[in-house]
């Protein structure tokens, strides 16, 4: 009986993934004309195991339309594609989904909250050494 290697889930596709992450990266800020697509960073790419399918987690700057943000990206897709096997990364193209970063949002509004709850909270009287 041959002894079988389990690989862990942070083998191949989590290198593809950051590779990945860092070429679409560049792509969108010096290649793609769109100017709302230099409004994003790139926070993550989660690629399935067997590499068919990327998830691109991105956020939007302040005060940018997120709505615009992922129409400029759908639309973009197939330039995006095009650079991507430009660069021969993949044998086989994987499908992308571009995706708001919702971990990110979680923490600002944990924060706002926080915030919300300290000035709410009425402050200890303060004891002075006399």
């Known amino acids: 009986m041959r002894h079988v290697k389990h690989r862990t889930p942070t083998g191949r596709p989590h290198r593809v993934a950051e590779l990945l992450r860092e ?13 709302r697509l230099k409004e994003i960073t790139l926070t993550e790419v989660e690629m399935s195991p067997d590499l068919k399918r990327a998830k691109v987690f991105y956020v939007a700057r302040e005060n940018v339309d997120r709505v615009q943000v992922q129409t400029a990206l759908d639309k973009a ?6 650079e ?11 499908e ?7 971990g990110l949002d979680r923490a600002a509004r ?3 909250l926080l915030k919300e709850a300290a000035i709410a909270a009425p402050n200890p009287a303060k004891k002075t050494d006399t």
């Open 110 to 112: 944990l924060e706002e």
């Open 84 to 94: 991507v096997a430009r660069e021969n990364l993949f044998r086989l193209m994987p």
């Open 23 to 35: 070429r679409l990266a560049l792509i969108l800020l010096y290649k793609c004309a769109d100017p």
């Open 77 to 82: 897709l197939g330039f995006i594609k095009a």
């Open 96 to 102: 992308f989904f571009f995706l708001p970063d919702p």
